[in-house]
């Protein structure tokens, strides 16, 4: 058995460390998210999802976003040809207080191993109070890893994905606050994460049961938090 599958096998559920981060930290400012997401020239550092906490849902920014929405993503369709994957819905907005764009995806703790399956997950790291690490197993298939390859990979992902029209709240409320685009509660954001996951559902290969728990999934969510 190799050490990756050993390290799968042996580590806690991610939702076992949950009860550890129900401190007073709600959310991170524009400043403190670009801080954390620039520090990856290490390459121990390539492959950490970090999971930041605002409010009730949990967002994965930048790199993380593109590690959760790219990389993850496309290694569970090779692993599961079968299924239908579908990543989490990534909402780019521009921030005054960062001087330029910023990209996330977000979703709730019931969604974790949705998104951050454990067979593509290693040893998961509870770091501070509002923050989660959660390192990923890397493709082995694309040639040499490199910071440069990288880091180009995860920035044309991010020129492609369209700019929301809906303004920073951070900038509104001091201008430290993360907007919830990926959230639904008081940012009309979250409602573009919601239709872009709504919008993605290939209905023409969706079986009538699974529409309808997909339905109902989306009903709870907006009936919960509205």
């Avoid at 790199?63 to 790219?70: C, D, E, F, G």
């Avoid at 809906?166 to 907007?179: C, F, I, L, V, Y």
């Avoid at 728990?213 to 907006?222: I, T």
Wanted: glycine share 6%; aromatic share 8%; net charge negative.
């Amino acid at each position: 058995m190799s050490t990756t599958q050993t390290q799968q096998q042996n580590q806690p559920p991610l939702k076992a460390l949950l009860p550890k981060q129900q401190g007073e930290r709600k959310g991170f400012t524009n400043q403190e998210i670009q801080t954390i997401e620039a520090d990856r020239k290490e390459p121990e550092k390539w492959n950490v999802v970090h999971l930041l906490r605002d409010g009730n849902y949990w967002h994965a920014n930048e790199w993380s976003a593109w590690l959760v929405a790219v990389v993850i993503t496309s290694q569970m369709k090779h692993l599961h040809p079968d299924m239908e994957i579908i990543p989490p819905t990534a909402v780019k907005k521009y921030a005054k207080n960062i001087g330029g764009e910023y990209i996330f995806v977000g979703f709730q703790e019931k969604s974790f191993d949705k998104y951050l399956p454990k067979e593509l997950t290693l040893d998961w790291c509870d770091v501070e109070d509002g923050r989660i690490d959660v390192p990923i197993q890397m493709p082995d298939d694309h040639g040499e890893l490199t910071y440069e390859r990288l880091q180009a990979a995860y920035e044309k992902w991010k020129s492609e994905q369209p700019l929301s029209k809906e303004k920073d709240k951070k900038e509104s409320t001091n201008g430290d606050r993360q907007g919830r685009g990926g959230a639904i509660g008081d940012t009309p954001g979250h409602i573009l994460a919601i239709v872009g996951r709504i919008m993605s559902l290939p209905l023409h290969r969706t079986s009538p049961i699974d529409a309808h728990k997909f339905l109902e999934e989306v009903q709870r969510e907006l009936l919960a938090h509205l």
